[in-house]
């Protein structure tokens, strides 16, 4: 199992950036895809995810109506474009897989290696 994480950087207040996550060695269009983040001192937190068989996404309150998380099964891809950032979304972004077996009970889980993302001007 390999992800690439890209996108990160340093932006400003108010500027967007665009994560990509490029996954393979598992069948992703079968995997629930979401974003965590983990700032200096916190813990890590779920930002957002988007289910396997439809766009039901979901967000963390803190990003709602500025952060969309979309996918691209075709190039096993999940993205967090994220707008109107400030610096309390400083951090290290992390995407993971996970799917739940129900005849075995087993969930099982992926993670990236992480990416920084530091808004400040």
């Known amino acids: 199992v390999r992800f690439v994480e890209s996108g990160g950087g340093l932006v400003q207040p108010g500027g967007s950036l665009r994560l990509s996550c490029v996954a393979s060695?598992?069948?992703?269009?079968?995997?629930?895809m979401s974003w965590y983040r983990q700032a200096p001192g916190k813990e890590r937190e779920l930002v957002a995810v988007?289910?396997?068989?439809?766009?039901?996404?979901s967000y963390t309150d803190s990003v709602e109506g500025r952060f969309t998380i979309s996918r691209d099964n075709a190039k096993n891809t999940v993205f967090l474009q994220m707008d109107n950032l400030a610096s309390e979304d400083t951090a290290i972004y992390y995407c993971k897989a996970a799917i739940f077996d129900l005849e075995t009970a087993k969930a099982t889980e992926y993670w990236g290696q992480g990416i920084q993302v530091t808004v400040s001007s």
């Open positions: 060695g598992f069948n992703f269009r079968e995997y629930a």
């Open positions: 988007i289910p396997a068989r439809n766009n039901l996404t």
